[in-house]
């Protein structure tokens, strides 16, 4: 592994312990290109998909905020090749609403695959494909 590709699973993983943190968008918009474009492919809350920029991304951030009182992440495998960064994730969020049978105050789990690649040290795609465990 080159020392590019370990500094980019190292910036990976400080951009998810940011989103656990829960700081500002601002602050989590330094770890993106200003062109940066998130894909979130199909899944329980998102049923066709969604492809975003950072305004976008913003906005989801936000609606987020309401939803997820606490949330972490567990990288259980990060690969890197090139500028691409795959990472294997648990996610674990307390809610503050009622999703399906999950009570506010309730815990809801995903596992992720999350594809990250970057332009000069910074995050310019995001793939994601999330599987919610049932709710």
Not at 22 to 32: H, K, Y
Not at 49 to 78: F, H
Not at 84 to 110: C, H, Q, Y
Request: a negative charge.
């Amino acid at each position: 592994m080159t020392t590019t590709e370990s500094g980019n699973i190292d910036t990976a993983k400080r951009y998810l312990r940011a989103i656990e943190e829960g700081v500002a968008f601002d602050d989590l918009a330094s770890f993106f290109t200003p062109d940066v474009v998130q894909h979130e492919f199909a899944n329980q809350f998102v049923r066709q998909g969604a492809q975003r920029g950072l305004k976008e991304m913003r906005e989801a951030a936000e609606r987020g905020r309401n939803v997820v009182t606490s949330q972490r992440y567990e990288v259980r495998n990060a690969l890197a090749s090139g500028d691409w960064v795959a990472l294997e994730v648990t996610w674990s969020a307390v809610i503050g609403v009622p999703i399906g049978s999950i009570p506010a105050g309730g815990e809801m789990r995903a596992n992720f695959g999350m594809f990250l690649q970057f332009r000069d040290g910074k995050i310019a795609r995001q793939h994601n494909y999330d599987c919610f465990d049932p709710f």
